[in-house]
């Protein structure tokens, strides 16, 4: 599957708001939010409806219906529930479940301490939601935590990717659609995005001066 990197003048005006360390958490959360809904917009351009009849107030139609039953949204904790909202707002009655990972800071390596799933994940189509796709770790261990549960659709929604990430997450994965709002050079020692916008989690949650 190819990567989708949404291309227009407002996420690149967006874009730079959100890099920018001066931006406060306020702006850093609406403009996240904004991003997610976008992406879900775009996520959802080849999802499957069904015909319905719709009285208009001038006359009757056939229109199309999404089975929002069908999906599930699944944000890899903490920085994923920052996405939430976005995605709530194209789809408002939309389903949950929730991953919970952190990254071991000397292997890079993700740690899952946090899963929960609906009982019927395995006949659902999961977009699963993460600002961040930095080394592709977090990214490759919850597809696969999905897959073991019998998960076969599964599409990857993120604010900013790097090129490492993106090939780990094809490589392991390749059945895999990854949708974002910017591709950007490289990681550095850390492990760290660049030019990235820092630790979504941090900057969305207040949690470093």
Do not use: W
Request: charged share 25%; proline share 4%; glycine share 8%.
């Amino acid at each position: 599957m190819k990567e989708i990197v949404l291309h227009n003048a407002l996420i690149s005006h967006k874009m730079s708001v959100l890099r920018d360390k001066n931006t406060s958490t306020k702006e850093f959360r609406e403009i996240i939010r904004e991003l997610s809904n976008l992406l879900c917009y775009e996520a959802f351009r080849d999802a499957e409806t069904y015909s319905c009849t719709v009285e208009t107030p001038v006359a009757t139609m056939q229109g199309q219906r999404l089975d929002t039953d069908k999906y599930v949204f699944v944000p890899i904790l903490r920085a994923g529930l920052g996405m939430i909202d976005g995605v709530l707002q194209a789809i408002p009655n939309a389903t949950f479940g929730f991953i919970g990972l952190y990254r071991n800071e000397e292997t890079l390596e993700p740690v899952e301490y946090y899963f929960k799933m609906p009982a019927d994940i395995s006949d659902r189509k999961v977009v699963l939601l993460d600002p961040m796709l930095a080394t592709g770790g977090s990214a490759v261990n919850a597809i696969g935590q999905l897959k073991k549960r019998g998960v076969k659709d599964i599409k990857f929604l993120c604010i900013v990717a790097s090129p490492l990430g993106l090939e780990t997450v094809k490589n392991a994965h390749p059945d895999v659609q990854i949708y974002t709002t910017a591709l950007d050079e490289r990681l550095n020692d850390h492990g760290y995005i660049v030019p990235g916008l820092g630790d979504a989690g941090d900057r969305m949650f207040h949690t470093v001066e």
